[in-house]
C-alpha cells in the first residue's frame, strides 16, 4: 500500500540508550521501519511512537524525510542489483531504487513504488543516470520518518 511518498511501514519500538534520561526531550526517538524493501533503524518525527513494546509492531503509513544531498561518487552510485532495497550498512542507511532527476535540481528515489525526494550535490549525477537503478547510502541521523494518513 503505497501513495506517491507515503509508504505503509511496520514500525517497531527501539530500545533508547539506557544512559540517557527518558525526561530529556532533545533525544530523538528512533524506531525500526519494515517494509517489502527491506528494515533499517531510523528517527520518528511523530507526536509519540504507535507502539512501546521493543518487540510489538503496528502498520502505519509514513513520509521520509532525507537530509544529506546525493552527491554522485560520493553517497550515491549505480546499483548492483535492480531490486528496491532499504538497509543498514553501519551508520549509514541504504536505499536502492530507480533515480529521476528533475530540472530544478532535485532527484527521487523510487524505492519499490515509493517516491523519496533528494537535493542533488556537486558532482551531479552523469548523463544516462535518469531512470537508471542507483544505491543511495546515507547517515543514520539524516534519516526520518513521519507518520501520516493514506
Known amino acids: 500500500m503505497e501513495d506517491d511518498d507515503r509508504m505503509l511501514v511496520g514500525v517497531e519500538a527501539v530500545r533508547q540508550d539506557p544512559s540517557t534520561p527518558t525526561t530529556v526531550q532533545s533525544t530523538p526517538t528512533t524506531v525500526r521501519v519494515h517494509c517489502a524493501a527491506g528494515t ?4 520518528w ?17 509514513v513520509e521520509w524525510t532525507i537530509d544529506e544531498d546525493i552527491v554522485w561518487a560520493g553517497n550515491t552510485g549505480p546499483a548492483a542489483s535492480s531490486s528496491p532495497k532499504l538497509s543498514e550498512d553501519g551508520d549509514r542507511i541504504v536505499f536502492r531504487g530507480r533515480m529521476t532527476l528533475e530540472e530544478d535540481g532535485a532527484a527521487f528515489l523510487d524505492v519499490g513504488g515509493t517516491l523519496i525526494l533528494f537535493d542533488l550535490a556537486e558532482p551531479s549525477p552523469p548523463e544516462g543516470t535518469d531512470g537508471s537503478w542507483v ?3 546515507v547517515g543514520r541521523s539524516n534519516v526520518s520518518v513521519w507518520p501520516c494518513r493514506l
Not at 533499517?40 to 528517527?43: E, G, Q
Open 40 to 43: 533499517a533503524v531510523v528517527l
Open 45 to 61: 518525527q511523530g507526536a509519540s511512537v504507535p507502539v512501546d513494546d521493543e518487540h510489538s509492531v503496528e502498520w502505519t503509513a
Open 135 to 137: 544505491e543511495v547510502r
